[in-house]
Nanobody, 129 residues
Framework: EVQLVESGGDSVQAGGSLRLSCAAS????????IGWFRQAPGKEREGVSC????????LYADSVKGRFTISSDNAKNTVYLQMNSLKPEDTAVYYC??????????????????????WGKGTLVTVST
């Protein structure tokens, strides 16, 4: 059974940093793509970042480019999202999702959830002024 478990969400002040983790299990941690998505109250879900093991590519939404960094540790079956210079508008529930079939990231200035068939339950990030 494929499982994704997010952790690392917290309350921080604007300008602060957090590192989110997405621990994956139930599939071979090769040929995958894992994305981070977020949803703020009353807003649609937004793709934040994605990493592909197939071609080593990473993808970021314009709203987080230069502030967030996605990385993976294949030995730990974990993908991380380092978030720096946090802003109140980054407040949301953050989800990780996996595509274990196609294994690519897609989007241009945004991150698509195409192919992301497996989702975690989310972790809450709150950024205050």
């Amino acid at each position: 059974e494929v499982q994704l478990v997010e952790s690392g969400g917290d309350s921080v002040q604007a300008g602060g940093s957090l590192r989110l983790s997405c621990a994956a299990s139930g599939f071979r941690f090769v040929d995958y793509s894992i994305g981070w998505f977020r949803q703020a109250p009353g807003k649609e879900r937004e793709g934040v970042s994605c990493i592909s093991s197939r071609d080593g590519s990473t993808l970021y939404a314009d709203s987080v480019k230069g502030r967030f960094t996605i990385s993976s540790d294949n030995a730990k079956n974990t993908v991380y999202l380092q978030m720096n210079s946090l802003k109140p508008e980054d407040t949301a529930v953050y989800y990780c999702a996996a595509d274990i079939v196609l294994g690519y990231c897609s989007g241009d200035g945004y991150v698509s959830d195409y192919g992301m068939d497996y989702w975690g339950k989310g972790t809450l990030v709150t950024v205050s002024t």
